[in-house]
């Protein structure tokens, strides 16, 4: 699993444009403010610096980052979970829903769980799979919310914390300390919530054996297929793909996404009888014709979701790709509806 999370393949939880839908942020405004593709709405993979970005373009556009917190994790309706958290949300109780969902946070985002339990009390420790390289406060923040609303919708009781530990600023403490019902620790060594052991005992009221049965093995499955390996062309492709709007990416970065010296990640795309120029140049290709296919953006958009300087370098781009003009091309493709028809087994290198 930790190649999974090297090659930065990350799946966003759909809810989350739900949630801020309904916060009134519109989830085109947090992918340009992230200055990522559309696409990434609803092609929901992203790399580990993608998936930071996201969240933190959430934070810059709802303002204080407490508030950001509270409001999503509130708003975020249980059926919206991802199957690796609904599958805890069914647990026995607080305790097995914990342990699961520490199992089973490789499906998910790219940090880990370690619990502990000594005393009367439970510690839950934040830790990044990416070492140097931290999420930004507000997942921090939204992360151990998350727990807690867990544990209070699980059991039906308005369950609080006994100490919750940041070691970022988090915006407005005070909301923060009413929210988790405990005290606030800024400029903490780590990011830790701490439970009262009587707490995990607590059985839930949204138990559901059969359905546990059910989900358990399948996100079982689900690991082991994200163990499986990929080709390194197909994993270059897809971040390179998520990267374009930030700019032409350099190899340096994608091998650092992949967790290798640029040297491997030369060898290995020579071994596939590929290089990492033509994989740039096939990508930039594949994608132009997605977003000619979509009537509602304009060339100059397209240019820069693709990571051109100007408009006119992607004329002659595009010019040798498919000896014609970006405009005139997706014209001829057009259909009666005015919309764009699509040849999915097209690329570059067909």
Not at 156 to 184: K, N
Not at 201 to 218: G, K, Q
């Amino acid at each position: 699993m930790k190649s999974h999370h090297a090659a930065g393949r990350i799946k966003f939880p759909a809810g989350f444009w739900t949630g801020v839908g309904q916060l009134g942020i519109s989830a085109p405004d947090v992918a340009r403010k992230a200055q990522l593709p559309l696409s990434v709405i609803t092609e929901p993979m992203v790399t580990t610096a993608q998936y930071y970005a996201i969240w933190q373009a959430y934070s810059d556009l709802i303002g204080d980052t407490a508030k950001g917190i509270i409001e999503l994790a509130t708003v975020f309706e249980t059926a919206q979970f991802p199957p690796p958290f609904l599958a805890t949300y069914h647990a026995r109780d607080y305790r097995d829903a914990l342990i699961r969902i520490a199992r089973y946070k490789q499906l998910c985002p790219p940090e880990s769980l370690r619990i502990t339990e000594e005393g009367e009390y439970c510690t839950i420790e934040l830790k990044w799979l990416t070492a140097g390289q931290p999420g930004p406060p507000m997942l921090v923040g939204i992360t151990l919310a998350s727990l807690l609303e867990l544990g209070r919708r699980g059991t039906g009781h308005p369950l609080t914390a006994g100490l919750v530990e940041f070691s970022q600023s988090m915006g407005d403490v005070q909301a923060l300390e009413a929210y988790f019902g405990c005290p606030i620790q800024i400029g903490a060594k780590g990011n830790r919530m701490t439970l009262r052991r009587g707490d995990l005992d607590r059985p839930f009221v949204s138990y559901n054996e059969e359905l546990l049965e059910i989900l358990t093995p399948a996100l079982d499955r689900s690991v082991e297929e994200q163990q499986r390996s990929r080709s390194i062309s197909e994993m270059v492709k897809w971040i390179l793909k998520r990267s374009l709007a930030g700019g032409r990416p350099d190899i340096q970065t994608v091998a650092r996404e992949l967790g290798m010296s640029n040297r491997s990640l030369q060898r290995r795309l020579a071994d596939e009888k590929t290089s990492y120029k033509h994989l740039l140049i096939q990508s930039r290709h594949e994608q132009a014709r997605e977003y000619l296919a979509n009537p509602t953006l304009d060339i100059q958009e397209v240019a820069f979701l693709l990571g051109y300087e100007d408009q006119n370098s992607f004329y002659r781009a595009f010019r040798q790709w498919e000896g014609d003009t970006p405009s005139h091309w997706r014209t001829k493709h057009a259909d009666a509806n005015g919309n764009t028809t699509r040849n999915p087994s097209h690329t570059a290198g067909s």
